[in-house]
C-alpha cells in the first residue's frame, strides 16, 4: 500500500532532470527522494520511440523496487515517448513534463511559441500536439537541438560555444518573431545564461520544473506528507560520471549524501 512516507521516485537519462528535482525539494523539502541517472544509456534523444520506451520501462521498474509513491518522468524524450507505457507499467501515478511545460508556456501569453528539445522529442509531437490541443490558434515551430545535451552534461551553460549553437538552433526562430522559446528537455534550464543572451530580454525561456512541481501539488496532494518524511536524497546512476557529480554540485550547493552505482538490466 502507498504510504505518504514512500519516496517520490524521479528519473532521467542523466543530469538534465536534476532541475526537475530541484524544483520538487524546493516545493516539498520534506519529502524523501530517489534519483536515477540512466547515465550508461544516455542520451534518450537520440534513440527510436521503441528503445526509449524499453529504457524508460526499465528504469521506471527499478524506482519501483525502492516502494516509491509517485513517480515523475524528468525527461522529456521518455514523457514524449513513453507516458503511457509508463503509466501502464508501474503501480504509482505518473507525472510527465510535457503537460506542465506546455501550461507554463501558455501561461506566458505568448501567441508565438517556439519548442526546443531532443530529436525525439520533436520527431514525436509531443508538444506541438499538446500546444494544438490546448491553443489553437497559438502559433508553434520546433527545432531539435541535438548538440546542447552534451554541452549541459559539460557544464558549459555559460561558455561562448555554446552561444554559438544555440545561435544556430534559434536564429530560424528569432527570425519567425518567436515570444516564448519552451525548453523541451531537462537539460537546457542548464544552459539558460547561454540561452538568454542569444535570443535576448524580450523572449521568455521556459521550462516545466516548477511546473511539475505545481502539478505534483494540485494533482497529487493526497500523497504529498504533511510533515518532515527525512527529506533524504539517494541518487543512483547507471554508469559512473565525474560530470554528473561535478553539475549535481553545483545544482545542489554540496555533495550528495548518497549516490550509488546501479545495474538495472535485470529490473
Ligand atoms: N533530459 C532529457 C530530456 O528532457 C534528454 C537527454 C537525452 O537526450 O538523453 O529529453
Redo the contacts with the bound molecule.
Keep these: 500500500m502507498i504510504q505518504r512516507s514512500d519516496p517520490i521516485g524521479v528519473f532521467?537519462?542523466?543530469v538534465?532532470?536534476m532541475t526537475v528535482l530541484s524544483a520538487l525539494r524546493n516545493r516539498f523539502p520534506g519529502e524523501n527522494y530517489v534519483y536515477l541517472g540512466d547515465t550508461a544509456r544516455?542520451?534518450?534523444?537520440?534513440?527510436s520511440a521503441s528503445t526509449v520506451e524499453r529504457y524508460a520501462v526499465n528504469a521506471a521498474g527499478h524506482l519501483t523496487s525502492h516502494g516509491i509513491k509517485l513517480l515523475v518522468v524528468?525527461?522529456?524524450?521518455?514523457?514524449?515517448y513513453a507516458l503511457d507505457a509508463l503509466a501502464a507499467a508501474v503501480p504509482v501515478p505518473v507525472v510527465g513534463?510535457v503537460e506542465p511545460g506546455v501550461r507554463a508556456a501558455l501561461a506566458t501569453g505568448a501567441r508565438r511559441i517556439g519548442v526546443i528539445?531532443?530529436e525525439?522529442?520533436i520527431r514525436s509531437n509531443a508538444y506541438q500536439d499538446t500546444l494544438a490541443g490546448r491553443a489553437p490558434l497559438v502559433e508553434v515551430e520546433a527545432t531539435a537541438c541535438p548538440l546542447l545535451?552534451p554541452l549541459a552534461e559539460e557544464g558549459w551553460g555559460d561558455h561562448p560555444v555554446t552561444d554559438q549553437v544555440a545561435r544556430h538552433y534559434l536564429a530560424p526562430l528569432l527570425d519567425w518573431g518567436v515570444q516564448t522559446v519552451i525548453l523541451?528537455?531537462?537539460?537546457?534550464p542548464l544552459l539558460k545564461p547561454s540561452l538568454q543572451r542569444v535570443v535576448g530580454p524580450s523572449v521568455e525561456l521556459v521550462d516545466s520544473a516548477k511546473a511539475v512541481a505545481q502539478t505534483v501539488a494540485e494533482d497529487h496532494h493526497a500523497l504529498i506528507s504533511t510533515g518532515d518524511t527525512g527529506g533524504a536524497l539517494r541518487i543512483e546512476l547507471t554508469d559512473a560520471s565525474d560530470r554528473f557529480l561535478r553539475i549535481t554540485r553545483a545544482i545542489l550547493g554540496r555533495d550528495p549524501e548518497r549516490l550509488e552505482l546501479v545495474d538495472i538490466d535485470q529490473a
Design positions: 532521467d537519462s542523466g538534465g532532470g544516455l542520451p534518450y534523444g537520440t534513440k524528468a525527461c522529456n524524450t521518455a514523457s514524449s513534463v528539445g531532443t525525439g522529442t545535451v523541451g528537455c531537462t537539460h537546457y
